[in-house]
């Protein structure tokens, strides 16, 4: 016995199809969107380091000139975390952070301070050779709280 809905032996195979490709394309737009708002999200950014300033105190050096020219000058450097040391008595990190600028210092000439931009590569030579020499202390900036050459 034959029916005469008029439906055709193709049909359900066609639906199939058709709702596979639904699939399929709702499957790829998800993933699309996923893609496009994932990348919106911004990294997790790291807690800020504290920096805690530390008072070197005051220097008096003599420069390299042969005319007998001296640099007294106070630094406060700042400290990524903690300060080195600390409590009573003396740092010995205070010892070898004193020990590093004056060697630095005492590299200079009165004409290379005079200019401003030569205090600044004093700055820079200053936290690389603490960071150096320091080892597990991070030195951000340095403040030269008085500076006089004579």
């Known amino acids: 016995m034959k029916s005469n809905l008029g439906i055709s032996g ?87 952070a004193r020990d590093s600028i004056i060697k630095v210092l005492t590299a200079k000439s009165y004409n290379f301070l005079l200019s401003t931009e030569g205090k600044e590569i004093l700055k820079r030579e200053i936290i690389s050779s603490l960071n150096h020499d320091l080892g597990g202390t991070k030195i951000d900036k340095v403040y030269f709280t008085d500076f006089a050459m004579q």
């Open 10 to 96: 193709k049909l359900p195979l066609v639906v199939i199809i058709a709702l596979l490709a639904v699939l399929i394309l709702g499957a790829g737009g998800f993933g699309f969107y996923k893609l496009r708002t994932g990348s919106r999200h911004t990294p997790h950014k790291p807690a800020p380091v504290e920096l805690t300033p530390w008072e070197l105190g005051e220097f008096v050096v003599n420069l390299t000139d042969p005319q007998q020219h001296y640099l007294k000058v106070s630094i406060t450097l700042e400290v990524a975390g903690k300060k080195a040391g600390g409590g009573e008595g003396e740092d010995p990190e205070k010892a070898k």
